[in-house]
């Protein structure tokens, strides 16, 4: 089974359909995005520089999101 790589662009949406423990994680990134009510359509880029990640921690935070199961 191919497993779908995450990026900058993927809709949180989409992210939490593929990754079933993406909703945790987020929240315990300071990304509340199902839990708090907060939209579900922007991209992972655009949750994360919401709450002020810089480009270093986008890119920590991908990279997490891809090792998840």
């Known amino acids: 089974m191919t497993q779908t ?7 949180i949406e989409k992210l939490i359909e593929i990754k079933e423990d993406a909703v945790a994680f987020l929240f315990e990134h300071n990304i509340r995005c199902i839990r708090c009510g907060e939209p579900i359509w922007d991209t992972i880029e655009e949750a994360a520089r919401k709450k002020d990640y810089n480009e270093a921690e986008i890119d920590a935070l991908i ?4 090792e998840l199961p």
């Open 5 to 11: 790589q995450i990026t900058r662009t993927t809709k």
């Open 63 to 66: 990279v997490a999101l891809n």
